[in-house]
């Protein structure tokens, strides 16, 4: 059974940066691809960031991209999710996702396209 940690999460200044981690447990995590996800209050889960099985190729929501890195640790079976010149409009919980399964460059975005979850880690961004 595939088990997602997050960490990272806490406070930040509009303009400051967070580096978001989440460990895999139970299954390889070098076969699994993985994405990032936030929900706000009141507002749908939204595509942040996700990364191959392979991390030859990443992807971005259209509200992060330039801002923010993903990248992946395999030795260590974590992917890192850094995020850059934050705004006040990124504050949710976010949740890591993974899936083992063949994914297209569509799927990449799609939280119905990832079995596993996190709990997730709560990021504010306020001055």
């Known amino acids: 059974q595939v088990q997602l940690t997050e960490s990272g999460g806490g406070w930040a200044q509009p303009g400051g940066s967070l580096n978001l981690s989440c460990t895999l447990s139970?299954?390889?995590?070098?076969?699994?691809?993985l994405g990032w996800f936030r929900q706000a209050p009141g507002k749908e889960r939204e595509f942040v960031a996700a990364?191959?099985?392979?991390?030859?190729?990443?992807y971005f929501g259209d509200s992060v991209k330039g801002r923010c890195t993903i990248s992946r640790d395999n030795p260590k079976s974590t992917v890192y999710l850094q995020m850059n010149k934050l705004k006040p409009e990124q504050t949710a919980v976010y949740c890591c996702?993974?899936?083992?399964?063949?994914?297209?460059?569509?799927?990449?975005?799609?939280?119905?396209?990832?079995?596993?979850w996190g709990q997730g880690t709560k990021v504010t961004v306020s001055s």
């Open positions: 990364i191959s099985w392979s991390g030859a190729s990443t």
């Open positions: 139970g299954r390889p995590f070098r076969s699994y691809a």
């Open positions: 996702a993974a899936d083992g399964t063949d994914h297209t460059d569509s799927d990449y975005g799609i939280a119905s396209s990832y079995n596993d």
